[in-house]
């Protein structure tokens, strides 16, 4: 099956990173010259950008960019990978990450590769890896605060001081535990390596339909991870 055609590339930046200045002017010059535009965010540098390198590069609003493009160009660390996907949500859009800050776990494409990718990309020589991602909505009583996507994490705590507080968990509106704990998360496979791996969760293959549930230094040790299927309706009430 012929993979979709690209015509327009998103482009997320790491706040605050005056390298990638030279590399979007490079990156726009090399991608104009094979008929694909380049667009990015709000936050985006614009200014600075044209200022330094002369190059001009089209941005339009967060909500509307994952909208437009075929592709979306994250060039940062982790951190930016994950706040990327969070903007993306439902939007069915394939992200590619260049590791320009620290942990490159999930952005894993060093610099130099960035157009031999690009390359093969564009000629249609790759595969897509899909992720679990969380919807998540928080509530106090019938009240909605506020509801997210998720790629790697949600951690429920009392405060930034540990303290030991009583977490009740539904799965699919049957009760499944009461933790005495720190916290709770509520991992992806993704997510796995992170948090939940330092708090004694297990490891979840990428690829994998799941979510774990990980009490943070429980009180009990009988209190322990537990792996549900990735469509479980998961409610946590403090």
């Known amino acids: 099956m012929a993979q979709p055609l690209i ?16 590399t979007l002017c490079r990156l726009t010059e090399w991608l104009s010259q094979r008929h694909i535009k380049l667009v990015g965010g709000p936050d985006i540098e614009r200014e600075s950008i044209e200022h330094e390198t002369g190059c001009v590069i089209e941005s339009i609003k967060e909500e509307g960019l994952a909208k437009v493009v075929d592709l979306m160009l994250v060039l940062g660390g982790d951190g930016t990978m994950i706040a990327t ?29 960035l157009f031999s990718a690009l390359d093969a ?4 020589d790759y595969k897509i890896q899909e992720r679990v991602m969380l919807a998540v909505e928080l509530r ?21 001081l540990a303290r030991i507080i009583d977490i009740e968990t539904h799965l699919n509106s049957q009760f499944l535990n009461r933790f005495r704990a720190d916290g709770l998360i509520v991992s992806t496979p993704t997510g796995s390596t992170a948090y939940n791996l330092s708090a004694g969760g297990p490891i979840i293959f990428p690829s994998m339909n799941a979510v774990v549930i990980t009490p943070i230094c429980p009180f009990t040790l009988s209190n322990r991870p537990i792996v549900v299927p990735d469509d479980s309706v998961i409610e946590v009430r403090l």
């Open 7 to 22: 015509k327009r590339i998103g482009v997320v930046v790491k706040p605050h990173q005056p390298d990638a200045l030279q």
């Open 85 to 113: 996907a969070r903007m993306l949500g439902d939007i069915e859009v394939p992200v590619m990450g260049v590791n320009y800050g620290g942990l490159g776990y999930l952005a894993e494409f060093p610099l130099e590769e």
């Open 121 to 124: 990309i564009l000629a249609g």
């Open 140 to 160: 106090r009583g019938e009240e909605l605060i506020t509801k997210n996507r998720v790629l790697n994490d949600v951690v429920v705590n009392k405060s930034a």
